[in-house]
């Protein structure tokens, strides 16, 4: 399937919700709302989702819309769009710039093309599964063949233990050369640009993983949940580089 048509628009959405939350990033001023599972919420997160709704609806109005902040749009629908317009809240609102707007287009159930967006600085990491672009250049994972030498990446470890196996977590952080808190969804750029090796969370939402995954696969990682297992129906990430994904996985489960 072609898909670079769909691309080049989701470029266009993301470039759409960078000029939405770029004005308001740093704002001490600017409302936080609490949603009903105690996430925050903003102006931004809404406003940004409502631009790109609307800009699909006028190309592709027979297109499916699912996203974070206003639900689901046209459901049966062949081809859906998975919006996060912030991934990244907390950042966010606390004036750290690593967050990012999730773009993903899915056919028929499967990811084809996804985008992490980074408005501060302006990175776009678009992937479609064979190929991943940093800013329009081909980038792959890094090679690596030891955790001794890895940098770890992940968003929150203090909840690890609530939704998977702490003790293998703490194994694993213990065996690798760095581990940072670079997370949510630009931790996922950093292992597909070959600045990191290994980014996992414990939890997270289909509009938090759909365009991670041709994004990681397209810069020739491996992505799957905590388990293993795909990571289209999952609940979970671990993205690595094909050298280390086995043993990250074993250790997360086995502690082994």
């Known amino acids: 399937m072609d898909t670079q048509g769909f691309e080049s628009f ?12 770029r004005p308001l990033f740093g704002d001490p001023k600017l409302r936080v709302d609490t949603k009903s599972d105690a996430t925050p919420v903003t102006a931004a997160d809404r406003d940004a989702e409502i631009r790109i709704r609307e800009m699909i609806r006028t190309r592709y109005p027979d297109h499916g819309i699912r996203g974070e902040e206003f639900g689901i ?10 919006i996060d317009p912030i991934d990244g809240t907390k950042s966010f609102i606390t004036g750290c710039p690593l967050f990012g707007t999730l773009i993903a287009l899915v056919h028929q159930r499967q ?27 081909p980038v792959r994972v890094r090679e690596a063949d030891t955790l001794a030498t890895a940098t770890l990446l992940q968003t929150d ?23 940072r808190t670079w997370g949510d969804c630009y931790g996922y750029l950093l292992v597909a640009s070959g600045f990191a090796d290994i980014m996992l969370d414990p939890t997270l939402k289909d509009w938090d993983i759909l365009a991670l995954i041709p ?3 397209g810069a020739g990682g491996i992505i799957t949940d905590w388990q293993g297992n795909d990571p289209v129906t999952g609940t979970s990430i671990v993205a690595a580089s094909p050298g280390l994904h086995a043993r990250v996985i074993r250790i997360l489960n086995t502690g082994a």
Do not use: M
Not at 10 to 21: D, F
């Open 10 to 21: 989701a470029v266009e959405l993301a470039q759409a919700a960078g000029r939405i939350i």
């Open 73 to 82: 749009e046209n459901s049966d629908a062949e081809y859906t769009w998975i």
């Open 111 to 137: 990811p084809i093309v996804g985008l992490i967006h980074q408005p501060i600085i302006e990175q776009s990491c678009l992937g479609n599964g064979k190929i991943t672009t940093l800013n329009g250049k």
């Open 157 to 179: 470890f203090v909840n690890v233990g609530k939704y998977q196996d702490r003790s293998g977590y703490d194994r694993l952080v213990s065996e690798v050369a760095l581990a």
């Open 215 to 217: 994004v990681i696969r």
